[in-house]
């Protein structure tokens, strides 16, 4: 199998050589045009104004063989439509069906895009315009192919008029409209084909005859040639739920963290804090799993002290897997002389006294290493988003420090793998300090560390994580802390956020590292801030809205309750953000249909019945097909304005992202005042965090 990937620009390794194959093929295969193209190719992807289109390049690659094909195409997002100028296998290695599964997925996004159809040129086959059997052949198959897909040429224009009178086998401009079955109107036509000859064609298509040629588009609709093969390709829509490989969000989840748990009271950093979140994941189909893979020891020495990684080895040996061992001695003041006792010499290593070091707390901590580092390579694979599921968290760890139930940094260890390959910065968005990663970057100015979190006069770690630490040496600069008061609301933190990554989009970095911590929300046993799930995908779209490529680790975040949902918002705001459209439903509703059961989750149990009642009047989720059929707009119906109803919506609107066509129906003289005629960001606001206990299922009516 080979696998198809959107490729945004030239930073990384991996899509540098894409593009070198790329443009080799280019330049191959089309002598007299493909030189120029070719050179053209990577200033195309990063700065579309300069040549009228946004351009879009998909490879298909198989395993670590390189480039099997590409497709490239240009976006004109007002008229709207997906011209496709290149479609092309490298010679003699054309693999079986990468032609196809490439323009499958241009039309896939085209759709997606909103577009009325993806344009392209192919040389006729006409005898009269193609003379020459042998190209004539090759026209016949190629228009043969694109017939399959329902895509013609258009007929009875003069754009197959050659520009230098003479020259046989001109293009016939071919139409694809996806399916739909919409005609083509022809002062739409007439636009896209000036746009075409204007843009493409700049200094190639004099003015007077781009003029001719928009003129000749006559009929309306504008008229496509009949089927001349006979043979059509049944091509099913692409599922609203269906999200491709390339555009799914890399997660690696730790596997062997189970192992360490700390049984004391109040010690909230556990097990059930992974399985919680994957849990609410897996509900959507955003994630692409990636198992983790082991990583040498050289990457964690590379930035911890290596005596206090082979001690935390030793002692956890030596403590075994029932006991720990909590510091208790603490040699401030003799650095040179660490105490030879193992378990005396904790202290020697320690910001707290109430991280202990258990049996089983270094396999662990050595195994969230190794899922960073997936995760991190993931990245550099091509994939935009990545996330790494793991605890014990590590972003209080510094060089030679554990404490605030961290061992070994694993955000700061993944930025500096990345940052062997490219401009690094480092978002840390924990309710508390990131110092580990401050005080381990601090005199580096190849990596940013910006952080926003709880002043450290009332919260953990009280020694650092105030705004005047800003780097020192090199790194004087490249360090930010934006420490917030003890109450913070979603607008007071999304001015923070703000700018943060104002300085983050100034440092300009290639991959963006961010340490993500659910302990800002409302109720964490850690925090005293009152985030709502609606926040966290808000800030997540902020975050990829940044537009490069981006990896989660998880830190803190301990409210268990509801830390599945948090990191679902938060991760699919982030997908949103990154690519500029709605998440889709998860699997199980997207399924659903009139009369069957879908799962209405009610945060009070006591509001169980009553919200029952409700949907069983006539409560429709947006993504159900009876919305979806029977109202041009997805809409969601709210009862009165009961707080199950409102997370719901919130569900809808914030979670989801139908957001820019919400409506809401149903009783209006119910719902609470602000919620009427306002746009989704507002909605959002106004909503309670959602909290979600308990699901009942609800009878919809047919
Ligand atoms: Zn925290």
Request: aromatic share 8%.
């Amino acid at each position: 199998m080979f696998r198809i990937r959107r490729i945004y620009d030239d930073i990384l390794p991996v899509n540098r050589e894409a593009i070198r194959t790329v443009q080799g093929i280019l330049a191959g295969q089309f002598p007299a045009i493909g030189a120029e193209e070719a050179a053209a190719l990577p200033e195309r992807l990063t700065n579309p104004a300069k040549h009228g289109f946004r351009a879009i390049l998909y490879v298909a690659e198989k395993g670590n063989t390189g480039v099997r094909g590409f497709a490239l195409c240009y976006h004109e997002p007002d008229l709207p439509f997906l011209y496709l100028d290149f479609l092309a296998s490298p010679l003699g290695r054309t693999s079986r069906g990468v032609g196809g599964a490439l323009y499958a997925r241009v039309r896939r996004d085209a759709r997606e895009l909103g577009c009325v159809g993806v344009f392209f040129e192919c040389l006729p086959d006409d005898p009269a315009l193609s003379p020459n059997p042998e190209t004539r052949r090759q026209n016949v198959a190629r228009l043969r192919f694109y017939e399959r897909f329902g895509a013609r040429p258009i007929a009875g224009t003069r754009y197959e008029t050659p520009v230098k009178p003479g020259t046989t086998d001109p293009p016939y401009l071919v139409f694809d409209d996806l399916g739909s079955g919409v005609p083509l109107k022809r002062d739409h036509a007439r636009q896209v084909v000036r746009a075409i000859l204007e843009r493409k064609y700049r200094g190639v298509c004099p003015p007077d005859y781009v003029q001719m040629v928009v003129d000749s588009f006559q009929g309306d609709p504008v008229r496509l040639r009949p089927p001349r093969f006979g043979e059509r390709v049944t091509v099913e829509p692409p599922s609203p739920t269906e999200v491709p490989t390339d555009h799914r969000i890399a997660l690696t989840v730790t596997d062997n963290h189970a192992i360490h748990h700390v049984h004391e009271q109040g010690y909230v950093e556990s097990p059930v804090r992974i399985s919680a979140i994957v849990r609410e994941l897996r509900k959507t189909v955003l994630f692409d799993e990636r198992p983790p893979r082991r990583y040498s020891e050289r990457h964690v020495t590379a930035l911890h002290d290596p005596g206090w990684v082979s001690y935390f080895r030793r002692v956890c040996e030596r403590v075994g897997p029932e006991h720990s061992v909590y510091p208790y001695v603490f040699p401030l003041r003799n650095a040179a002389r660490p105490p030879r006792e193992l378990e005396v010499r904790a202290g020697y290593y320690c910001m707290d006294t109430f991280t202990p070091l258990t049996g089983n707390a270094y396999p662990a901590a050595r195994r969230a290493v190794d899922c960073a580092l997936t995760a991190a390579e993931a990245i550099l694979d091509g994939t935009r988003l990545a996330y790494a599921l793991v605890r014990p968290p590590g972003h209080h760890a510094e060089q030679r420090v554990f404490g605030g139930f961290c061992y070994f940094n694993n955000t700061a260890i993944a930025a500096h793998f990345l940052s062997l390959h490219a401009r690094v910065a480092i978002l840390d968005l924990d309710y508390h300090h990131g110092n580990g990663q401050q005080q381990i970057f601090y005199e580096r100015s190849d990596i940013l560390t910006v952080s926003i979190h709880g002043h450290p006069n009332f919260a953990f770690p009280y020694f650092s994580g105030f705004a005047d630490e800003r780097g020192s040496g090199n790194g004087h600069g490249f360090n930010l802390n934006l420490p917030l008061p003890e109450e913070v609301d979603g607008g007071a933190y999304r001015a923070a956020l703000g700018r943060a990554l104002d300085r983050v989009a100034r440092f300009r970095p290639q991959v963006l590292v961010v340490a993500l911590g659910l302990d800002t929300v409302r109720n964490d046993p850690t925090g005293t801030w009152s985030l709502t799930a609606a926040d966290l995908h808000a800030n997540g779209r902020l975050v990829g809205g940044l537009g490069c490529p981006v990896l989660v680790v998880q830190e803190g975040g301990y409210r268990v309750r509801n830390l599945g949902s948090n990191a679902r918002s938060f991760l699919s705001g982030l997908w949103s953000g990154a690519f500029g459209r709605t998440a889709p439903r998860p699997n199980h509703s997207a399924r659903g249909s009139a009369g069957e059961r879908i799962p209405l989750e009610v945060e009070e149990p006591a509001l169980a019945p009553q919200a029952a009642a409700i949907a069983g009047e006539g409560a429709v989720g947006a993504h159900h097909p009876v919305a979806r059929h029977h109202h041009r707009d997805p809409v969601v119906a709210v009862g009165p304005g009961h707080r199950p109803h409102r997370a719901r919506l919130a569900e809808e609107a914030g979670l989801v992202g139908v957001a820019p066509r919400l409506a809401v129906r149903d009783r209006p003289q119910h719902l609470p005042d602000p919620l009427l005629e306002r746009g989704a960001a507002q909605v959002e606001r106004d909503l309670e965090p959602l909290e979600l206990a308990r699901e009942v299922a609800v009878e919809l009516p047919p």
